[in-house]
């Protein structure tokens, strides 16, 4: 468990959800459910999005198997709406939008 907590929580579900059940029990640990950092930061200082077919698995297993556990998201805009809309998240309580577009947001959230 130690060795995980070294590794980002979204390379750890990705990797061992689903592999067999005591792995998957591993995974769905609220220290690596409870905080998300769902885009791709680099140290020069731009964001990105998870490349496709990892966002596809979060979106249609991942997220909706530990979404009681979520309590915060940091999301960049071009899958925010995808990741908001592919389940509910009823103990999210901090939400961190990066790269925002006001116009996008106002449609979004209006």
């Not at 979204?10 to 689903?18: H, K």
């Not at 792995?23 to 999005?49: K, Q």
């Not at 509910?88 to 577009?101: E, I, K, M, T, V």
Request: proline share 5%; with cysteine.
């Amino acid at each position: 468990m130690n060795i995980l907590k070294q590794i980002s929580y979204v390379d750890v579900l990705y990797s061992l959800i689903g592999v067999n059940k005591r792995l998957n029990n591993i995974a769905h640990d609220r220290i690596f459910t409870s905080y998300l950092n769902l885009m791709i930061s680099c140290s020069h200082g731009y964001i990105y999005p998870l490349p496709n077919p990892i966002l596809d698995r979060f979106c249609f297993q991942i997220l909706p198997e530990i979404h009681d556990n979520i309590q915060w998201l940091n999301l960049e805009s071009s899958s925010m709406e995808r990741i908001l809309l592919s389940t509910n998240y009823p103990n999210l309580y901090r939400l961190g939008l990066y790269d925002l577009d006001i116009e996008k947001a106002k449609d979004f959230f209006t």
